[in-house]
């Protein structure tokens, strides 16, 4: 599988927030999207996640643009945006139940992608009262629920102890080592080595980056 962006714009009154952005990814591969905050990468995830709309531009999967395509673009890409997109009042496993069938909901919990993300220790946990890493890592298994072989991660780690920075790691490898393509945006080390290739956005264009583990260059290149 093979995914392009191309030429996506957005605009926010008279500031260029995105300009042409383009970007080729294939299967097994991370992308990781840098830049200072506020230079437009949640923005860029937030389009080709269909959450907002851009000024121009495509997102192509095997040559169907998925920003035409509602149906097709839920069925290839899944999303984690930096918020917590979960019902604070419910259980994970009534979270769970508005993405999942009880069948495959219990096949996942049991040998999936839900017991990979270690889902099946806080099963009955309401989220209000659930650790940062326990929210991210259901928030990622609601977005498994079709087996996109695309998911937008924003900041996924971000304020996360050590353990669950682990965890989340681990999982995303796998999903990588089993042909899936990851867009990130991260400002997080063990991130980083997670990518194939990375890009920072600065003054609304995407550059390539040569990221060699040099940190301080890389803050001085953002």
Request: proline share 3%.
């Amino acid at each position: 599988m093979k995914i392009e962006i191309k030429n996506i714009a957005k605009k926010y009154k008279k500031k260029q927030v995105l300009q042409d952005i383009n970007l080729v990814a294939e299967s097994g591969h991370c992308i990781g999207i840098l830049g200072a905050n506020g230079c437009g990468k949640s923005t860029l995830l937030s389009i080709l996640a269909r959450v907002q709309s851009c000024d121009h531009g495509s997102f192509l999967c095997d040559g169907a643009d998925l920003l035409k395509n509602a149906r097709e673009h839920a069925r290839l890409v899944g999303y984690v945006p930096q918020g917590t997109p979960l019902i604070e009042e419910l259980s994970a496993r009534d979270n769970l139940l508005l993405w999942y069938d009880k069948k495959k909901m219990a096949q996942e919990l049991e040998n999936g992608v839900l017991s990979l993300l270690g889902i099946p220790e806080f099963l009955g946990v309401t989220v209000s009262k659930m650790s940062g890493g326990m929210k991210k890592r259901l928030s990622i298994g609601c977005a498994m629920a079709t087996n996109p072989p695309v998911l937008l991660l924003d900041e996924p780690t971000a304020a996360l102890d050590l353990a669950c920075k682990q965890s989340i790691a681990a999982y995303l490898r796998h999903y990588k080592e089993n042909g899936g393509i990851l867009l990130l945006t991260t400002h997080d080390v063990m991130e980083l080595d997670l990518c194939d290739a990375w890009y920072i956005i600065r003054d609304g264009v995407l550059v390539p980056f040569d990221y060699d583990g040099d940190i301080q260059n890389l803050v001085e290149s953002l």
